[in-house]
């Protein structure tokens, strides 16, 4: 059973950053895209970030671009998500997410939350204005 866990959620303020970290426990973990996600309430869950196998390729929704930065490390089985300059419209439960490498060529394409085969139960990013 591959589990997900993240952690570093928590409240911020406006402008401040935050760093979500999400531990696999699967030995393959180095074969699988990475991704974050998150939903707010009352709203469907959005893409934030993926990242290849090797780190080499990343992607960004428009909204989080420049602002967040997506990392792994394989040896450590982790992967992170690095939120600066957040706004108050980040408040939501941030979900990692893998699927498995080599099913689309492209990492934009690990947009769409279908393509994943793996989730975290969230954690809750809060951003106080």
């Known amino acids: 059973q591959v589990q997900l866990v993240e952690s570093g959620g928590g409240l911020v303020q406006a402008g401040g950053s935050l760093r979500l970290s999400c531990l696999i426990s699967?030995?393959?973990?180095?074969?699988?895209?990475m991704g974050w996600f998150r939903q707010a309430p009352g709203k469907e869950r959005e893409f934030v970030s993926a990242i290849s196998w090797s780190g080499g390729s990343t992607a960004y929704a428009d909204l989080v671009k420049g602002r967040f930065t997506i990392s792994r490390a394989n040896a450590k089985n982790t992967v992170s998500l690095q939120m600066n300059s957040l706004e108050p419209e980040d408040t939501a439960v941030y979900y990692c997410a893998a699927g498995h490498s080599g099913r689309y060529y492209y990492i934009d394409q690990y947009n769409d939350q279908y393509r994943y085969d793996y989730w975290g139960q969230g954690t809750q990013v809060t951003v106080s204005s």
């Open positions: 699967e030995r393959t973990f180095s074969a699988h895209v």
